[in-house]
């Protein structure tokens, strides 16, 4: 089993910054995946960033040039950097580990940025 915690969330004024960290423990393993997705009121789940351990990156389109990840595989910790913060970027943040075949997400953390 994987447990992630996820911290950094909160509120921020547009064109602000905030950065989410997450942090897994148990059984990691090498090779994985991590992540970032959101989820806005009445709306789907949506990828934010991901980078493996090799330290290739996917980013939404929506966020590229504002948005960061980066991880420290030592730690097995990730973190999304986020930047010039606009109001449709308010959602429940989820940090994401996908594992061979096996997905695990953390608890979700608010990002609420007022205009």
């Known amino acids: 089993q994987v447990q992630l915690v996820e911290s950094g969330g909160g509120l921020v004024q547009a064109g602000g910054s905030l950065r989410l960290s997450c942090t897994a423990s148990g059984s990691i393993f090498s090779g994985n995946v991590m992540g970032w997705y959101r989820q806005a009121p009445g709306k789907q789940r949506e990828l934010v960033a991901t980078?493996?351990?090799?330290?290739?990156?996917v980013y939404a389109d929506s966020v590229k040039g504002r948005f960061t990840i980066s991880r420290d595989n030592a730690r097995n910790t990730v973190y999304l950097q986020m930047n010039s913060l606009k109001s449709e970027d308010t959602a429940v943040y989820y940090c994401?580990?996908?594992?061979?075949?096996?997905?695990?997400w953390g608890q979700g953390t608010q990002v609420t940025v007022s205009s």
């Open positions: 980078m493996t351990s090799g330290r290739s990156t």
């Open positions: 994401n580990v996908k594992q061979a075949v096996t997905i695990y």
